[in-house]
C-alpha cells in the first residue's frame, strides 16, 4: 500500500496513520516498516570526484606538514597487530564451530 492509499484508508476509517502502517505490514509480513536506504553527503557525488577531493585532502596534509608517514617500525609493528588479530579471530571462528 502506497502512502496515497494509507491516508485515504485512513480518512474513511476514521483510525490513525500510524495504525494503518502497522495493519499493512502485519498483513504484508514485515515485521517494522521498511526505511528508505538514500544515499547522503558524500555517496551522492561521482565517485571520481570524491575520489579527486580525498587526494587533494591528501596532499594539502603533507604540503603543510600535518600527514603522518609511518616508519619501517611504525609499518612492522602495525602489520603484526593485524595479523594477530586476523589469526585470533580465525581460532575463535573454528572454536565456535567445532561446538556447534
Same mark, same amino acid.
Given at each position: 500500500? /502506497?502512502?496515497?492509499?494509507?491516508?485515504?484508508?485512513? @480518512? %474513511?476509517?476514521?483510525?490513525?496513520?500510524?495504525? *494503518?502502517?502497522?495493519? *499493512?505490514?502485519? $498483513?504484508?509480513?514485515?515485521?517494522?516498516?521498511? %526505511?528508505?536506504? !538514500?544515499?547522503?553527503?558524500?555517496?551522492?557525488? /561521482?565517485?571520481?570526484? *570524491?575520489?579527486?577531493?580525498?587526494?587533494?585532502?591528501? !596532499? #594539502? +596534509? &603533507?604540503? /603543510?606538514? %600535518? #600527514? &603522518?608517514?609511518?616508519? $619501517?617500525?611504525? +609499518?612492522?609493528?602495525?602489520? !603484526? @597487530?593485524? #595479523?594477530?588479530?586476523?589469526?585470533?579471530?580465525?581460532? #575463535?571462528? @573454528?572454536?565456535?564451530? +567445532?561446538?556447534?
Amino acid at each position: 500500500m /502506497d502512502l496515497c492509499a494509507a491516508l485515504f484508508f485512513q @480518512k %474513511k476509517h476514521g483510525v490513525s496513520l500510524l495504525t *494503518v502502517l502497522e495493519l *499493512v505490514s502485519i $498483513s504484508t509480513g514485515m515485521s517494522e516498516p521498511q %526505511k528508505s536506504k !538514500r544515499r547522503m553527503g558524500f555517496a551522492t557525488q /561521482d565517485p571520481e570526484q *570524491v575520489r579527486e577531493w580525498g587526494a587533494q585532502g591528501g !596532499r #594539502a +596534509a &603533507h604540503r /603543510d606538514g %600535518k #600527514a &603522518h608517514t609511518f616508519t $619501517s617500525e611504525e +609499518a612492522r609493528a602495525a602489520g !603484526r @597487530k593485524g #595479523a594477530r588479530i586476523s589469526h585470533e579471530r580465525r581460532r #575463535a571462528r @573454528k572454536e565456535s564451530e +567445532a561446538t556447534r
